[in-house]
């Protein structure tokens, strides 16, 4: 069972930054493929970024790239999105998640989720 902790979520003003954390308990988790996922009140959940489990490929969702990065740290067990140029529509609760191996998309894919963070960008 792979646990995960999410933080760095808060409050910003639009065109500001804010980078998530999401802390993972598994030995492994080199072998895991990471992922955010965003949902905004009334909106299904949707893909943000994945990552593969050594970091070397990563996938975005189109209307984002160019302003989140997603990284990870398999020394420390952590996965991060780099949030930048931030917009009053990407006020969502941002969710970190985790599959063993293989770069998906779709939120039906990933195992394990963590509680969720949430983000609030102002006008």
């Known amino acids: 069972q792979v646990q995960l902790v999410e933080s760095g979520g808060g409050l910003v003003q639009a065109g500001g930054s804010l980078r998530l954390s999401c802390a993972a308990s598994?030995?492994?988790?080199?072998?895991?493929?990471m992922a955010w996922f965003r949902q905004a009140p009334g909106k299904e959940r949707e893909f943000v970024a994945s990552?593969?489990?050594?970091?070397?490929?990563?996938y975005y969702a189109d209307s984002l790239k160019g302003r989140f990065t997603i990284s990870r740290d398999n020394a420390k067990n952590t996965v991060s999105l780099q949030m930048n140029s931030l917009k009053p529509e990407d006020t969502a609760v941002y969710f970190c998640?985790?599959?063993?191996?293989?770069?998906?998309?779709?939120?039906?894919?990933?195992?394990?989720w963590g509680q969720g963070t949430q983000v609030t960008v102002s006008s």
């Open positions: 998640a985790a599959r063993w191996r293989g770069l998906r998309q779709t939120d039906q894919a990933y195992d394990y």
């Open positions: 598994e030995r492994t988790f080199s072998t895991y493929t």
């Open positions: 990552i593969s489990g050594s970091g070397g490929r990563t």
